[in-house]
């Protein structure tokens, strides 16, 4: 994006230094008009638009990202993958791709939503296309629950009548008003149009702490009987999961008929993270800072974290999220 602003600075300024050179005062209302239009066509140009020179899906971009930046999530990578490249590569899909992203906090979940944003819109996550709504920010009070459902609803029509390809996410959906998310099960349905609109090429994400004790438990119980974290499948995970989200009371995604109409494509559970996985995240941020990975600091700000069971010490109790913060001070 940067690039591009540059790139409008000094086109404006050669059409400027030209028309400069041409004015004469008789001219100037017309000099006027003329720069108008020029700017138009500049703006015109570098306006994002809803077309495949700024959407794009990257498969390989994606496939590259979840192997190499995000860790100790092999169930939640394999997912993804699967998952989105599906709904990419079919030209006429039935419905929108729905997913619901459980798990610990800093466990990659909304790293993930940006991995999935980058690949797919030339603006990443700063896209008018994807579209961000925070529980605690968007839907605050309780008792304006009716009017939130309707200006969910016409934000959502709105969005996707500019553009079928749009991205919605939902983060602290563990946050959301139990009823809420069922304002928008018309447009995740089997529906070819819904008053001439076509939500099939849509794309939700709903983010959420819920369901994450199940989560913790299989991984606790997989760790305490000698077995392999990479063996826990999915399998595992799913049914308890569902089922913990569904009953979960405090919960966006309580006793919703998006659940019971079987309109998530898919719950992807992400496990709690442990020390390794700590120090590699702190290796990957030392990267992406353009600086010189050093193991002795990644493991000083690993040892630095809060680890449970207090006993065992097995899983970071914030997972990734403190890494920006702890590094900060060590470099």
Known sequence: ????????????????????EAIEPISTSIAVVGIG??????????QERCN???????????????????????IASRIITKAVNGFMNNDNPKKPLVLSLHGWTGTGKNFVSKMIAENF?????????????????????????????????????????NCAQSM?????????????????????DYYDKLDGVSY????????????????????????????????????DLETALSLSVFNNKKSGLWHTSLIDKNLVDFF?????????????????????RDLKPDMSIAVQVARDLLYFPKTERVFSVTGCKTIISKLDYYV
Not at 37 to 46: C, E
Not at 168 to 188: Q, R, T, V
Not at 268 to 286: D, R
Request: charged content about 20%; aromatic content about 12%; glycine content about 6%.
């Open 1 to 20: 994006m940067k690039n591009r602003r540059k790139h409008v600075v000094l086109l404006w300024m050669l059409v400027c230094s030209g028309l400069a």
């Open 200 to 235: 099939r090429k849509a794309i939700f994400i709903f983010l959420s702490n819920a369901g994450g004790e199940s989560i913790i438990q299989t991984a606790l119980d997989f760790w305490k009987a000698g077995r392999d974290r990479e063996d826990i499948g999915l399998s």
């Open 52 to 74: 495949s020179k700024w959407i794009h899906f990257n498969s390989t971009g994606l496939e590259l990202d979840l192997d190499k930046k995000l860790f100790g999530q092999h």
């Open 121 to 161: 819109y030339k603006e990443g996550m700063h896209s008018s296309f994807v579209h961000v709504f925070t529980s605690e920010l968007h839907f605050p009070h309780a008792s304006q629950i009716e009017t939130y459902k309707s200006q969910l609803q016409q934000w959502i029509k709105g969005n996707v009548t």
């Open 168 to 188: 919605f996410i939902f983060d602290e959906m563990d946050k959301m008003h139990p009823g809420l998310i069922d304002s928008i099960k018309p447009y995740l």
């Open 268 to 288: 992807v559970p992400f496990l709690p993270l442990e020390y390794k996985h700590v120090v590699q995240c702190a290796m990957a941020e030392m990267e992406a």
């Open 37 to 46: 239009a020029t700017l138009g066509a500049i703006y015109k140009y570098f």
